[in-house]
């Protein structure tokens, strides 16, 4: 047996009537699609991370490479233990909110807000072990649920265009 009737058995592809082709492209267009978040993540969190004795270029090369092996242990996981042709990394609007809210707006030093992400990370895995995340959830009206990610796509978008000069946020008088 081949590599690819190996694969093709142990992904059960014939049964969701696809190919190892068709996969293989299929991830390598996700794979493009969401490259940026290579690029763009360490830079996110680079303004907000400082590190005596490391140097800007390389932070944000370390970054670069904690990024890539966070998604990729991520999407391995998802795809060889849980089956499922879904890409996974960090979530930029989180990481967006770590920097740019609590870390450099609040002041909270990135170490401490980086101990308060890893305690949030075993309260969601507790919740989802126990079956309460749905419970968390479900009161939220369906057009909430859609709006957060338009909403954290053009905070995204107003960092990216702040950051290349295109519009400039000033701060509000009161």
């Known amino acids: 047996m081949g ?62 490479v904690v990024t890539i092996i966070s998604a990729a242990t991520a999407t391995l996981v998802m795809a060889l233990y849980a089956n499922r042709p879904f890409a996974q990394a960090p979530g930029l609007g989180l990481n967006a909110f770590f920097a740019f809210t609590v870390v450099l707006g609040m002041g909270v030093p990135w170490q401490t807000a980086l101990a308060a992400v890893v305690v949030e990370g075993f309260l969601f895995i507790a919740l989802t072990a126990a079956g309460a995340r749905e419970y968390v959830i479900t009161p939220f009206p369906e057009p909430v649920k859609l709006a957060v990610g338009s909403g954290v796509g053009l905070f995204l978008t107003l960092i990216a265009f702040e950051s290349k000069r295109v519009v400039a946020v000033t701060p509000r008088r009161s």
Not at 25 to 51: E, H, K, Q, R, W
């Open 3 to 64: 590599l690819t009737e190996t694969l093709a058995d142990y992904f059960d592809l014939d049964q969701h009537d696809t190919t190892v082709r068709t996969e293989l492209l299929a991830g390598l267009t996700t794979f493009l699609t969401m490259s940026y978040i290579v690029v763009v993540n360490p830079a996110i969190l680079a303004d907000a991370i400082s590190i005596q004795g490391v140097g800007d270029g390389r932070l944000t090369a370390m970054l670069a």
